[in-house]
């Protein structure tokens, strides 16, 4: 096949952006081969494609106009992330003083950093007020008393995270937006104007508005609609007892993307027109002024930018006869199928394939039968020891949510633009792992 014809087999699938199919079977990322990659910086390796992550930043500044896009850093943050970020224009979310110490360190604006957290510890809460975050979004009574006992100033300006008893069904783990969940203050129980009374009895706290997030990996546009009539009407709720109009509505993130090639996936466009749609008829219902929107999306900025670069150690048969292809790496370094029963797709690169395909079960290195990254993998069936085999889609919750599971250090990751590497995570040691180990 022509690399013309390659490249559009790959053209709206689940790869990077600038990704490229070469006629060898040499699979290129922002113009740099995967296999030279796996070559100077061994494997498991995660690759992210710095163009991809730029591009989709700014289809989401183009989509919501005039409006903040927050990235969630716990997607998948570094100090190059963060720049990258920083220099698109995106605001930041972040939910842990770790998380806050890198965005420092990339010297990100501090205004436009918003801090999470459901039980978010004196640590965390001392390193927002010391860098001066734009926002905290409280999500207890307690912390609402914490923070009114601070003496800060400028006063920390506060966001009240709301339970709207939205459903966005999706996996049960990371939904957030119905109650019986940890995060926020519930709508239907009067918690969350409780709350607003509480931020907006104290002189020290400046209550700058309201906030929800409905969970992660969601594709039902009704359900964005819903949060954010719900959401108004709360905004115009405030106003009626309070006399006091918000500026602010953060809308959360948690939109979903294909992870294998024919998934749905929200586009920023459909989407942005659905949210501001119905924040701005809920407003005009209930002569509101329409506030600044606030969207936070982690994975549909990060997650397809990333491939994950693995080697091949070992091919054997089950005892029923389904072939097992092992590779260098796992649930250390991706816990998404163990946890939610997430669906990758593989490939093999580096070299053209002799023969037919079949259905193999990729499963990784560690201790655990459990440890099955792709149980329907396509993939050549003369796939042997050596070979290098690439995931899409894994630029989110794979690094960020990486383990040292059997002690087995995580993957580096390597920026990709324009023909050349560059390492932004080096890849954790044996020496490092000892190094924490002071018994
Ligand atoms: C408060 C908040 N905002 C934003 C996000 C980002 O979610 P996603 O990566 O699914 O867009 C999360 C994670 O679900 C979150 O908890
Ligand atoms: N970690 C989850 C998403 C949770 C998002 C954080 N609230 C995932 O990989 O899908």
Redesign the pocket.
């Known amino acids: 096949m022509t690399a013309t014809g390659v490249r559009a087999r790959l053209a709206g699938t689940v790869w990077p952006g600038t990704a490229h199919l070469r006629a060898d079977g040499e699979l290129t990322v922002g113009g740099v081969p995967l296999t030279e990659l796996a070559r100077r910086y061994g494997t498991p390796l995660h690759v992210v494609d710095e163009e991809d992550v730029r591009r989709r930043c700014r289809a989401f500044l183009r989509a919501f106009p005039d409006q903040e896009v927050a990235y ?1 850093g ?2 998948f943050l570094c100090r190059g992330m963060a720049r990258w970020i920083a220099e698109e224009g995106l605001s930041l979310d972040v939910c842990s003083a770790g998380e806050l110490a890198v965005a420092r360190a990339a010297g990100f604006p501090a205004e436009r950093i918003l801090m999470h957290g459901n039980a978010k510890t004196p640590g965390d809460l001392g390193a927002a007020l010391s860098y001066g975050v734009g926002r905290i979004v409280v999500d207890s009574f307690g912390e609402i008393t914490r923070l009114a006992a601070t003496v800060a100033s400028p006063r920390p300006r506060l966001l009240v995270r709301v339970t709207p008893g939205v459903d966005g069904h999706t ?1 049960a ?2 939904t ?1 937006g119905t109650d019986g969940q940890k995060f926020g203050f519930s709508l239907s129980s009067g918690a969350a104007a409780e709350a607003v009374r509480r931020v907006l009895g104290q002189r020290g706290l400046d209550l700058a508005g309201l906030h929800c ?1 409905l ?3 969601i594709t039902d546009l009704d359900a964005f609609d819903r949060a954010a009539r719900r959401m108004v009407a709360l905004l115009a709720a405030v106003r009626d007892e309070h006399g006091v109009t918000l500026p602010q509505l953060d809308l959360g993130g ?1 939109f979903g993307i294909a992870y294998r090639a024919g998934e749905p996936d929200l586009d920023p466009g459909p989407l942005a027109e659905r949210m501001l749609g119905a924040a701005r008829a809920a407003c005009a219902e209930h002569r509101l002024p329409v506030p600044r929107i606030t969207i936070e999306p ?2 549909a900025i990060v997650a397809r930018a990333g491939v994950t670069v693995y080697r091949v150690v070992s091919v054997k048969r089950d005892a029923a006869g389904g072939p097992l292809v092992a590779v260098d790496g796992g649930m250390s370094d991706n816990p ?1 199928p163990s ?2 029963g ?1 669906r990758y797709s593989v490939r093999l690169i580096g070299r053209r394939a002799a023969g037919g395909d079949r259905v193999v079960t990729v499963v990784g290195r560690h201790c655990e039968a459990g440890d099955v990254l792709v149980r329907d993998a396509t993939l050549p069936a003369d796939v042997r020891p050596g070979d290098l085999l690439a995931m899409p889609c894994t630029g ?2 794979h690094h960020s ?1 990486a383990s040292n599971y059997n002690l087995v250090g995580r993957p580096p990751v390597v920026a990709v633009r324009a023909g050349a590497a560059r390492p932004l995570v080096r890849r954790e040691t044996e020496e490092d792992l000892l190094r924490r180990d002071v018994g």
């Open positions: 969630a716990k997607a996996h783990a990371v957030t997030h969970g992660s990996q948690g982690g994975r998404r946890l939610y997430a989110a919750y949510m």
